[in-house]
């Protein structure tokens, strides 16, 4: 990690005034004094979780018949928000591991809470599974479990059970890879309580770190093992999520483009929401030193990447579509683009595939409020691609005397509405108690890459080089570059 | 030391063979897990720990039932076991449906006494084991719970002693003041009529008349034949006979007459195969679309007036050797000609006096008489006189009827006049016999509920000659009294009508039958068949129309005077008159021709219906109606608008028997408005058709429609391409070529190469056919088939988000011009297939495939993912989205788990109405995936039979419920590994195909391609109008 950096490059934590010490201070602050902001989020946030709740048990009480769905249509929001929200939860992995394996740098200021993000979205979107059931009450016989009634096992060939294995998995690895990462910093915490009682917790959450040499040997290899291990789960959990739609006969799902696609859209939406958080609260905590504008032009880059990965999927399904020349499939598309659900085919395309272009333009990247205005566009489309696939494939597919439409009820939209909320609730929570970035990480990154190295070294080699090189740009004193 | 050896004993010092045995195991007695289980307690070798457990077991498990409540419900053993009983086995008893009209010889299938389902009987003559939707559903009216539970004066209960007297002494009083008059729909049955002479005769001379009216007129053909033949009766159709049918506004395959003896005739000669590569010519002249005019090869659409003209048009054509106004009903005129004498077959279904005069001139001038239509045997369900209306109405008015009292009947709802509720409170004495509540009731002092006919002995002569049986399949329900026994008594007769019945019998026809000798053997088989015929007797009627010149003109002159605008009037296939109003059954299937359930409409031109401004919800998102206010004959009705292609512009459609008011929730079972005070006379006769202006209004109305208009073709992506979802041709192309309209077949076939194994049917492999030349969209399956499986009623809302339940719907195809368009009917069920998508998505393998080739569902272990259903290219699975049932409700009180439902599902699950529930059949759960299972409990029932008597199934032992139902035997089913069924003769045909093939889902139920008896070509140009706006 103290390799060699470009002085061209970006510093990733601002401020010539920091030290290890103020990056302790101000990393923990946030879970160390309670702002009037902070609580009132958190209570409305935590009365829409109990809305969910309540959605969810109305669901249950009265039936499935309290949403919108028909017998044409069998999935629509409940499916729709559970692939939404395994799509958010994939920034995460693929910050922690794919990028710590890459070794970008930028990586250590948003990890923390893109895994928190992940772990949160998981567990939002393994609701909706669940709770689509019929019987909510048999979901236990999904699960491969020996038992007295004879040989009953599930059905392996069915990608919903695929499903379960799949975002088990993934939901454990995460939570893991998550936690591990959290030791040494709940330590930090520990080490600055003066209550006696948050000493005791914090202890116990940090399972007794001591922060020996042995204890970081041992942590650095086991990040570099849940790396390697999760790196195959941001491809396939997604790939599996897709073979829900990609091993049916109904044309608009049967389709192999599926699975890199669905990733490439999980990661696109996952760093939308990563960046609709994360400029939430490096406001809200006052992290803008550690969450630079060179952190969101990264974000802001892999964005028009994926949604551009995204477009191409649209029109390479449009062709194939007209390529194929089969009735059905042509027609799923062009009822998908004309029919209907015109409407919701437009908003998909224009949010993800038109509006990331703007990045193209430096200007557009660096700029927060564009960034946040376009994260919820990202979000918002990529809903409404789940949407698009999963309702207009349904409501017309190959007997035009079973065609319909699908309405949501306030239930639908309750239930959806309230996971957002039991999502932001546990976010802010975790805002809250943990600290959202990762302390040991991006002081692992101090020596190379904050303004305060940069400067130290800038100074250095302009002392040997006639002091040309780190003036111009980036040397701390510069008065300019710094303003 | 030593090593000294302790011993125990001599055993162990001598290490003995037993000894060593029970020392090398840890525990000498045999572990008792599995002795415990499987051995009594009583047979000593359980031990403490086994008691232990029991004991833990049964604590557990008493703390557990006794902690949930369980609702507590009796079953009763018998004390007595009836002989003819054995639990579990059905028993079928012949009878015959005679209810609001409807008339059909079946047998009823009842298990430990209840009746629960009703079959056709094959001995009839008449329908050959057809039946009808209304049949099918009449059985849960002996379980409606709103019917009456005994005598009542006004809102008062009453016992029969009370009631029989006070009428008793009121009739007296009447009848010598004046005159008591039964006011009935037609009686058909000898020995009712009998009773009723002789409870006239009680009163004395002159003072008792018995009206006759029917609510659906058939005056107008009555009438005409006692004008032109002397006899006031309608003659026998054959149109298996006929070669070349002409219908007039005539739907004899849906309502007219006796529309399930006609279908089943009529499909005879519809039907195609190797060995008869001919058919019957059908060419329909109608204005409100009707499934009539859609089975015909050629349907001529009119206006509702031209209906009219258009028997002129024949008439002047065929007999008066003039020419046709409308070229193409000349065109059909020429056709009947050329048919030969004897041939040919006209038919209409006008309540005009003239119209049927002329009719008769033109099947005279044919030679029908003699051959396809026969005086043999003539009707007698339909005798009614439209004047008996204004006759009871101004009797009543003017004092000369003093009592009355109303037989089947509910001319308060379904009279065309006015005033009538108040004229019945002018009679001194006033008693309706109705066993539910109606409106004419309603307006009765007295109500003196009759049986339903399933609790009824009762005689059926519905054509002359042909006497059906009527005996019960129940004890009586309820406090009621047969309606004869009732007239009986109050005529002082004595004896019950049972008696009567038999002594008339005896007296009447056991003489006019040569076959059985003895008349017990004559009446126990009489019971047995439920049919016996006489010979035929009644003949020569000759044809005497002298006066049919004039009629012509009387015709033209009508015909003219109806305008620009106009409405029809027509009769529900489901409901009727509205008798059949309080059906819940009934009000769920949707209307063959609309697909619109639980209400009534207009019916209009859809591009009429585009033009005006209608078409508000274009894409059936919420299924809006813009409804219109149509004035006609100086009243109005405000109906939603809906348009059905091959309703010709300017013609409105509204069916009659909706809007009941009287009916129990009346709010769901009473939607709609009543129409029948919209009728207006045309002479002697009501006619159903009415000079109308239309207005738009601001309302709208959501509709409950199954199936709605979308494309089916696509045109706008390379070429026209039609979904391979139903196949049609022409007979000159299938006599040339077997496999003509589907000729793609052989190639899909060939294309459908898998690597997979293909798995061994070794027993039977149960096969479905359906021709589609035979189906005629009429719904007896849909009915019959929610009947025997239990399949639930869910109310006009969830049908409008398109939760119907229904395992086997009709689909409905439009191809052509929208004015006119060519239509196929194809039932739709579960296609069985052998590669089923449903089967490998559900994670838990709730539905899988039998070794038969069934696709199952194990009710039980459904979670309820519905990805089967999405997974469904057929989409014919259907979720409890809802505890529709009621199964697994708790009774919680503020907010029980029924909530969402309305009424009328909730009454279909009271004690009373749930024992009519198969119990062969699994009444699903809320949550779980049900479809149609191809009636395996009735499957597996035939298998053990054949078990029984050590034997294999043979051909036609398994049959499903929409196989028997069928009126045109449309459906052929069986074991296709049997090379000698039927099933695989139709199974190897070359019209056979399996819908949307190719993507190779090898369907267990196909098709047998429509065939048009027609020239012209094929028209694949698919409707698309709803996007012209």
């Known amino acids: 990690m103290h390799a060699y950096e470009s002085e061209f490059r970006e510093p990733l934590i601002n401020g010539l005034d920091k030290n290890y010490t103020k990056i302790t201070d101000d990393l923990v602050a946030p879970t160390e004094r309670m702002s009037a902001m902070w609580l009132i989020s958190t209570l409305l946030t935590g009365a829409g979780a109990l809305f969910f709740v309540f959605c969810l048990g109305w669901t249950v009480w009265f039936g499935i018949g309290t949403w919108g769905l028909n017998k044409t249509i069998g999935w629509a929001w409940d499916i729709t928000n559970f692939v939404w929200w395994i799509g958010i939860g994939h920034a995460g992995t693929l910050i922690s591991a794919i990028l710590l394996l890459f070794r970008q740098r930028y990586r250590t200021g948003i990890n923390r809470a893109a895994e928190a993000m992940t772990i949160f979205a998981v567990i939002c979107a393994g609701m909706f599974p669940v709770f689509h059931m019929g019987r909510v009450w048999d979901a236990p016989f999904i699960f491969p479990i020996p038992n007295t009634r004879g040989p009953v096992w599930p059905n392996f060939n069915s990608p919903l059970l695929w499903d379960v294995f799949a975002i088990s998995t993934y939901f454990s690895v995460s939570l893991l890879f998550w936690y591990s990462g959290l030791l040494p910093d709940f330590a930090t915490i520990r080490d600055r309580s003066k209550g006696k009682f948050r000493k005791w917790i914090y202890n116990i959450a940090a399972f007794g770190w001591t922060g020996s040499a042995k204890q970081w040997q041992r942590f650095e290899s086991l990040s570099l093992v849940l790396a390697a291990l999760s790196t195959p789960l941001v491809l396939s959990v997604h790939t599996i999520v897709s073979f829900d739609f990609a091993t049916s006969v109904i044309p608009g799902w049967h389709t192999t483009i599926f699975p890199p696609y669905f990733v490439a859209g999980a990661i696109f939406s996952g760093f939308a929401m990563v960046e609709t958080l994360m400029l939430i609260v490096r406001k809200l905590f006052n992290l803008e030193d550690y969450i630079t504008i060179n952190h969101i032009e990264s ?25 194929s020349g089969y009735l059905y499939e042509q027609f799923a598309f062009y009822n998908r683009i004309l029919g209907k659900y015109l409407w919701a085919y437009a908003l998909m395309m224009s949010c993800n595939v038109l509006s990331p272009q703007l990045y193209w333009f430096k200007s557009m990247r660096r700029n927060i409020y564009v960034t946040f205005i376009l994260s919820i566009f990202v979000n918002i489309g990529m809903w409404f691609e789940r949407f698009v696939i999963i309702v207009t494939s349904l409501a017309d597919d190959y007997l035009p005397s079973s065609w319909a439409y699908f309405s949501p009820t306030w239930v639908d939209i309750g239930i959806y509405t309230g996971s957002i909320s039991v999502f932001l609730f546990l976010f802010l929570l975790f805002s809250r108690f943990f600290p959202t970035i990762a302390i040991a990480e991006v002081k692992s990154i101090f020596r190379t890459s904050s303004e305060v190295a940069k400067a130290e070294r800038a100074k250095k080699e302009g002392a040997a080089h006639g002091g040309f090189m780190g003036f111009q740009h980036v040397g701390p004193l510069d008065k300019d570059a710094k303003n | 030391m030593a090593d000294k050896i302790y011993w125990k004993g001599i055993e162990e010092k001598e290490q003995l063979e037993g000894f060593r045995q029970t020392a090398e195991k840890e525990f000498n007695d045999e572990l008792p897990v599995l002795s415990s289980i499987t051995e009594p307690i009583s047979t000593g070798k359980s031990n403490r720990r086994d008691f232990l457990k029991m004991l833990g077991f049964s604590v557990t498990a008493a ?30 008893y012949a009878s015959t449906v ?94 009712t009529s009998a009773v009723i002479d002789a409870f006239g005769k009680s009163l004395g001379e002159g003072k008792f008349e018995h009206l006759v009216y029917d609510s659906i007129s058939y005056s107008g053909i009555l009438d005409a ?59 329909q002249i109608e204005s409100v679309p009707t499934i009539t005019g859609f089975k015909a090869d050629t349907r001529i659409a009119v206006k509702p007036s031209d209906e009219l003209t258009a028997v002129v048009d024949l008439y002047n054509v065929i007999v008066a050797g003039g020419a046709a106004k409308n070229a193409k009903v000349g065109k059909a005129a020429e056709e009947l000609k050329a048919a030969g004498a004897g041939n040919a077959l006209v038919v209409t279904g006008s309540n005009d006096v003239n119209v049927q005069v002329l009719a008769n001139a033109i099947n005279n001038a044919l030679g029908s008489y003699g051959s396809t239509i026969s005086w043999d045997r003539t009707y007698n369900t339909k005798k009614g006189s439209d004047k008996s209306i204004s006759a009871l109405i101004e009797g009543l008015n003017n004092g000369s009827i003093k009592g009355v009292l109303f037989y089947e009947t509910n001319p308060v709802y ?30 009765c002092q007295y109500i003196c509920p009759d049986n339903h006919w399933l609790e009824s002995w009762n005689d059926v002569e519905a054509k002359s000659g042909i006497l059906n049986t009527v005996q019960p399949a129940i004890t009586k329900l309820f406090d009621t009294r047969q309606f004869q026994e009732t007239l009986m008594k109050w005529s002082g007769q004595t004896g019950s009508y049972y008696d009567f019945l038999q002594k008339n019998w005896e007296a009447s026809f056991y003489g006019k039958q040569s076959k059985y000798h003895g008349f017990w053997a004559f009446w126990d088989n009489a019971i047995h068949d439920g049919e016996i015929v006489l010979d035929a007797t009644a003949t020569g009627f000759s044809y005497n129309g002298a006066t049919a010149g004039e009629a012509a003109n009387a015709v033209s002159a009508i015909a003219a005077s109806y305008g620009e605008m106009q409405v029809k009037f027509y009769e529900s296939i489901a409901i009727g008159d509205g008798y059949w109003a309080d059906n819940p059954y009934l009000q769920e299937l949707p209307d063959p021709v609309s697909k619109v359930t639980w209400d009534n409409y207009i019916i209009v031109n859809p591009k009429w219906y585009v033009k005006n401004g209608y078409n508000l919800d274009p894409d059936f998102k919420e299924k809006i109606y813009a409804k219109a206010k149509l004035s006609v004959n100086g009243g109005e009705i405000e109906l939603p608008v809906v348009a059905v292609p091959g309703t010709p512009e300017n013609t409105f459609g509204i069916a009659l028997g909706y809007g009941r008011t009287a009916v129990p929730h009346a709010k769901e079972l009473g939607r709609g408005q009543a129409a029948f005070h919209l009728l207006t006379k045309s002479g002697d006769t009501f006619t159903t058709i009415g000079k109308a202006s239309i207005a738009k209004t601001n309302n709208t109305e959501l509709l409950a429609i199954t199936q709605t208009h979308f494309n089916i073709t696509l045109k706008d992506l390379g070429g026209v391409k039609t979904r391979k979802i139903v196949k049609e041709t022409t007979l000159k192309e299938y006599q040339k070529a077997e496999n003509a309209g589907n000729e793609d077949r052989m190639e899909i076939m060939e294309e459908l190469v898998t690597l997979y194994y293909d798995h061994e049917k070794p027993g039977h492999h149960w096969t479905m056919v359906i021709d589609l ?58 296609q069985h297939c052998d590669n089923a998508p449903c089967e490998n998505v559900c994670p838990v393998s709730a539905t899988n495939h039998s070794s038969e080739g069934i696709n199952q569902m194990a009710y039980n272990r459904c979670i309820g993912t519905r990805y089967c259903a999405n997974n469904c290219p057929y989409k014919v699975r259907r979720f409890n989205w809802y505890d529709y049932q009621q199964a697994d409700a708790f009774d919680t009180g503020w907010a029980s788990n029924n909530m969402p439902l309305s009424e009328t599902t909730l009454s279909m699950h009271e004690p009373l109405t749930r024992m009519v529930l198969n119990p062969d059949v699994t009444v699903r759960s809320r949550g779980v995936m049900e479809k149609c299972s191809f009636c395996v409990q009735r499957l597996q029932g035939a298998k053990l039979e054949a078990k029984k008597e050590s034997r294999t199934l043979k051909d036609g032992e398994a049959t499903t419920a929409c196989q028997t139902a069928c009126p045109t035997n449309a459906i052929v089913f069986g074991d296709r590994n049997d090379k000698t069924s039927e099933v695989f003769d139709n199974f190897v045909d070359k019209r056979t195909f399996g819908v949307i093939e190719e993507i190779h889902t090898m369907p267990n139920v196909l098709y047998k391609t429509q065939v048009r008896n027609r020239e012209e070509e094929k028209k694949y140009e698919i409707l698309d109008y709803y996007h012209q706006s």
């Not at chain 2, 002018?426 to 309706?432: F, G, H, N």
């Open chain 2, 773 to 830: 030349n035979a189906c005629d969209g009429c719904g007896a399956c849909v009915v019959a088939c929610n009947i025997e499986n239990n399949v639930p009623i869910v109310g006009q809302d969830q049908v409008r988000r398109s939760r119907e339940m229904h395992w086997l719907r009709i689909d409905r195809y439009f191809s052509g011009e929208v004015e006119n368009p060519d239509v196929v009917f194809q039932p739709m069920l579960c």
């Open chain 2, 63 to 92: 703390a557990v039932a006794a902690s949930c409540q369980m609702p507590v419900r009796k079953s009763i053993p018998y004390v007595w076991r009836p002989e003819e009983i054995v639990p579990g086995v059905a028993n079928y």
């Open chain 1, 299 to 323: 974000m802001n880059k892999i964005i028009v990447l994926t949604g551009s990965i995204v477009g191409i999927a649209y029109l390479t399904e449009l062709f194939m579509a007209w390529y």
């Open chain 2, 225 to 283: 034949n006692e004008k032109t033949f002397g006899n006031r009766a309608i003659p026998s159709y054959n149109f298996a006979k006929a070669k070349v049918i002409v219908g007039v506004g005539c739907d004899f395959l849906g309502t007219w007459l006796s529309p399930t003896e006609f279908a089943s005739a009529y499909s005879e000669n519809r039907k195609v195969s190797r060995d008869k590569k001919e058919m019957s010519r059908h060419i």
């Open chain 2, 98 to 191: 005679v209810q609001g009209g409807e008339y059909l010889p079946v047998l009823v299938k009842t298990r430990e006494g209840r009746p629960i389902k009703i079959e056709g009987n094959k001995l009839s003559i008449i329908n050959k084991g057809g039946t009808s939707a209304r049949a099918q559903a009449s059985i849960i009216s002996l379980y409606d719970g709103s019917r009456l539970k005994g005598p009542k004066r006004g809102a008062e209960n009453i016992t029969w002693e009370k009631a029989d007297a006070e009428i008793g002494e009121k009739l007296k009083a009447a009848a010598a003041s004046g005159k008591v008059v039964l006011f009935s729909s037609s009686v058909f049955s000898p020995s």
């Open chain 2, 414 to 443: 379904t009279a065309p006049v006015k005033g009538l509720a108040d004229a019945i409170k002018k009679a001194e004495i006033s008693v309706a016999f109705n066993n539910r509540p109606d409106e004419t009731a309603n307006a």
